[in-house]
């Protein structure tokens, strides 16, 4: 199965702005190949919805065996459905597919059971069809606030009430909801974003763009959401590309309208990959700078031992170099004898007096060597001893007591693992920001969360400030492609450990620096 195909299940818009126009130049635009299956066929423009005229049932049906005949789609993307025979018979489809491919199809759906300038695109009863025959196969749904009180009966005036009616939706049966904020004003200037699967909470906060170029919003939100899925994108780093996607969108037709003076009521253009910073959202992290102002208190998971800070020291550089990761005192000694200059340790075996010890020689040894020595974890027993720095993980964050470790000074390294967490880590504006897996590793199981070259060098674009190291199966053989992305640092494990002579190895990956 082509893993980048992406079925679009909607109404054909003669202004080209929405629905299945919308539809295909987003998803081609964003590198996935648009199948189409049209339920109506609608005559409007800025002045409203003059028609609607939907398909017969076997003009649907021999849509959909065409398809699923040769083409069959990692992602089905639904939007407008007019009646409730439609909605019945798109359920028990998809229901077949689900059951029947190969690879289950993730499903998104953009319940346009108002239009965003209020008309009417559905009959009245179609909502009891859609809460009992359709949500409960859906994996991804993207309602406005229109959308959301009509199917969850929550009026959202609070961040409390977005996730009360995140969560009836998800009794419903829903696999995940990411509610658009475009239409909730809870936050005086600005557009934000809440998204969940019941386990997960993720909050994206943009500045608000008020013009009247906004026809197509939601067809386009969603279908960029079917896009990063169908490429491999989790889902929290697929709303977060595609929140940018449409604050581009927005910012281009604005643009476009003040040159001319003309345009009014247009449709959100379709571009190209999001590239530029200033599109991306904002992740409200506990006790942010953003958070605080926008008066948002639900960070997940937070520790009592959690404080939050930003700013932390800088590393003097822009490139850190070649970075190994080891496991023990004395890889920390040879490497650091070798000439390497940036180094972790991360100890994962020695608990107790033993563990504290060998951080304490391994401080003494990045001393000793004038080395950037960073400690995997244990901030307390880095702060103890008095460490260049420290490295955490997300989960770390949220147990960390942050203002502690940027008072005395400590370096702050943070992983990260696509767009989301990397949004989420430049909140604290750290000494360095670790992305990963490029490649598969041998170290741990990352299948899910590969990166690669191709996010590698966008998110390197997206933050020219902060030092961004590289890590996760990273060889001599694929290391100039790695440095090719514009990095400055890359961070290895088993190219050096599981080499019959590191040493030899750390001189070929400082040759492969000198080159790029």
Known sequence: MNNTIVWTIAGSDCTGGAGIQADIKTLHNLGVKAC??????????????????????????SQLNALSAELPASVIKIGLLTNVQQVEQIAER???????????????????????CGDHLT?????????????PLVDVLTPNNNELQKLSGVYAFSWQCLARAGQVLLDLGVGSVAIKGGHIDIAAGYCVDYCTDGEHNYWLASKRINHSNNHGTGCTYASAVSACLAQGFLLRDAVS??????????????????????????????????????????????????????????????????????????????????????????????LLAAGVKTLQYREKQLTGEPLSQAIEQVVLLGKQYNARVFINDYWQLAIKFDAYGIHLGQEDLLKADLAKIKSVGLRLGISTHGYYEFLQAQEYQPSYIAVGAIFPTKTKDMSNQIQGTATLARLVKLNTETPIVAIG??????????LNTGVGSIAVVTAITESKSPESVIESFEQIFECC
């Open 36 to 61: 189409t299956v049209i339920t109506a066929v609608t005559a409007q423009n800025s002045s409203g919805v003059l028609e609607i005229n939907s398909v017969s049932a076997e003009v649907l049906s």
């Open 94 to 116: 998809l229901t077949f597919y689900k059951g029947n491919w190969p690879q289950a199809p993730i499903v998104v759906y953009d319940p346009v059971a108002i239009a965003s």
């Open 123 to 135: 009959e009245e009863d179609i909502l009891v069809a859609i809460k009992t025959k359709l949500l």
């Open 473 to 482: 199966g990273i060889t001599l053989n694929n290391a100039t492609e790695v």
């Open 241 to 334: 590309i595609a929140k940018a996607y449409i604050n581009q969108g927005l910012s281009h037709q604005s643009l476009i309208k003040k040159a001319r003076q003309k345009i009014e009521n247009g449709a959100v253009w379709q571009g190209g990959w999001p590239v530029q910073a200033k599109y991306f959202p904002k992740v409200l992290v506990a006790h942010s700078t953003m958070a605080n102002a926008l008066d948002w208190q639900l960070g997940d998971n937070i520790c009592s031992t959690y404080t939050f800070a930003k700013n932390f020291p800088s590393t003097a550089c822009q490139s850190l170099g070649l970075y190994p990761v080891v496991d023990s005192v004395e890889w920390v000694k040879r």
